[in-house]
């Protein structure tokens, strides 16, 4: 899916018992991982020689970030993060980790999520003599910090953190110490799981895969970890645990299918939803197709429960760089040219069932519904494994303005005519939630406008 929605970021970090040059090269692995989850800028602040030092890049982390890599030098203690654009972030100045040098010493943060409220926030605090020079509203925090009397770190955190509502799952170096916690809600994933001689965080597991990491656990929605020389040395409460709100389009697409989010196999959740979605089928297409690699889990799921073919109809190009990931309208259109392409054999002369998670402003979908029919595609009937998005998300999940958003403008028939669909299929909420462990932890607020904090 290109039309298009996009989650912030996603951050990483690594506590070892004794200084090691695999510290470097680990963050590297880690943030590689979480690559899916922010294209735009990379960066990684390590602790050594009793400072913290930084380095931060545009683009891939394998690009021009891989090439600056310090892998000689040794360390303690890291974090990373890869960023998705929201809000107008672009360009290396939105970089983090953030570094900062305040009256509780120098720290460097790196932020997943959104505050709702930030502007005002910002606006208060400029009024009372703040500078800001980022756009992220991490930020805030260490503004709020700050203003806390005295250098006790873990004091200004928590009492700083306690006053914030939104959605942040964030990790900070402070000296050789890594904190990481999740906001009241658990909005976004943070866990942390054991490697030999250390403790590493992420906000998706396949990252601890990759590092052969074991015994992993999620931080509690409201809790804050302290980590230091590779152990966990206390953890502590900021606020009650409230409403779970946690975001549920890190199943239905942002996080990875090899990754365990809030709790689920995010491959078995796809396949659910698909599977789902073939039981409220009206129709019977010849063969079932995913617009990959978003929809491959859901129209696996799709296929099986409605034992109809599923074939390999649309072929990615996963090459093409970070040229087309734009948000003007017309690269939207000439990316969906470049990245996908039918396989016409398989295509012609069907009625095709094309599975698909998510369905923002409908431009995307139209270019691949044209590309099926120059195929020789009979029928295109195009199945969502989301129910429709009719609210704008203020969380950390960039689903544009309402303006832009197909379904708050057009019923299902409406938008199958707009895109040239005979067709189009959305998930409803209520089967969402049955696809779901714990239905009642989940934030829906894109779907049914129930927002769970003041936006």
């Known amino acids: 899916m290109f039309d298009d929605l996009h989650e912030e970021c996603g951050v ?33 602040a390590y602790y050594k020689d009793n400072a913290i030092k930084t380095l931060k890049c545009e683009g891939l982390v394998s690009g021009e970030f891989f090439e600056k890599l310090p892998l000689g030098d040794q360390s303690c203690a890291g974090i990373g993060h890869v960023l998705y654009p929201a809000g107008g972030n672009s360009g290396i100045k939105s970089a983090q980790p953030l570094f900062f040098h305040c009256n509780k010493g120098e720290m460097a943060i790196a932020h997943n999520g959104n505050i709702p409220l930030a502007n005002k926030i910002k606006t208060d605090l400029i009024k009372s003599g703040s500078i800001f020079q980022t ?31 939104g959605a942040y799952s964030m990790v900070i ?68 645990k409230g409403r779970v ?39 019977k297409p010849d063969i079932v197709i995913s ?13 099986n429960e409605a034992k109809i073919p599923f074939e390999m109809g649309l072929i990615r190009n996963h090459y093409t760089g970070r040229t087309f990931i734009k948000p003007k309208q017309e690269l939207r259109m000439e990316a969906v040219r470049i ?27 139209m270019q691949i519904i044209k590309m099926l029919r120059d195929a020789g595609a009979k029928e295109v009937h195009l199945f969502l ?25 057009k019923t299902p028939a409406e938008i199958a005519e707009f895109i040239g669909a005979d067709t189009v299929n959305f998930l409803a909420l209520e089967d969402l939630k049955a696809c779901l462990a714990k239905p009642n932890e989940y934030c829906y607020a894109c779907f049914d406008g129930d927002y769970p904090t003041e936006v």
């Open 385 to 409: 494994s989301s129910p429709e998005i009719h609210h704008c998300c203020f969380y950390g999940v960039d689903t544009g303005t309402l303006e832009e958003l197909i379904s708050t403008k």
């Open 339 to 365: 990245k996908l392409n039918p396989v016409k054999a398989i295509i012609n002369g069907k009625s095709v069932a094309v599975v698909d998670d998510s369905l923002v402003r409908g431009t995307t979908s």
């Open 12 to 44: 990483f970090g690594i506590s070892m018992e004794s200084d090691s040059q695999d510290i470097i090269k680990n963050l590297y692995l880690g943030l590689f991982a979480l690559q899916h989850r922010g294209q735009e800028t990379c960066g990684i």
């Open 173 to 240: 170096l402070h000296d050789d110490e890594i904190v990481a916690f999740r906001d009241p809600n658990g909005f976004h994933p943070l866990s942390y799981a054991q490697i030999p001689g250390g403790i590493v965080f992420s906000s998706e597991t396949n990252a601890f895969d990759l590092l052969k990491a074991t015994n992993w656990i999620d931080i509690e929605p409201g809790e804050v970890v302290f980590c230091k020389r590779g152990k966990i040395v206390k953890k502590q409460r900021f606020a009650d």
């Open 245 to 283: 709100a946690q975001c549920v389009f890190e199943l239905v697409y942002f996080a990875r299918p090899d990754s365990v989010v809030f709790g689920e196999s995010v491959q078995q959740a796809r396949a659910r939803m698909g599977a789902m979605l073939a039981r409220r089928m009206k129709v």
């Open 135 to 165: 756009t992220s509203d991490a930020e805030i925090l260490v503004h709020m910090m700050s203003r806390i009397q005295g250098e006790d770190f873990d004091t200004a955190l928590v009492d700083s953190l306690a006053k914030i509502r």
């Open 291 to 303: 617009v990959p690699d978003s929809g491959n889990s859901a129209a696996i799921g799709f296929a």
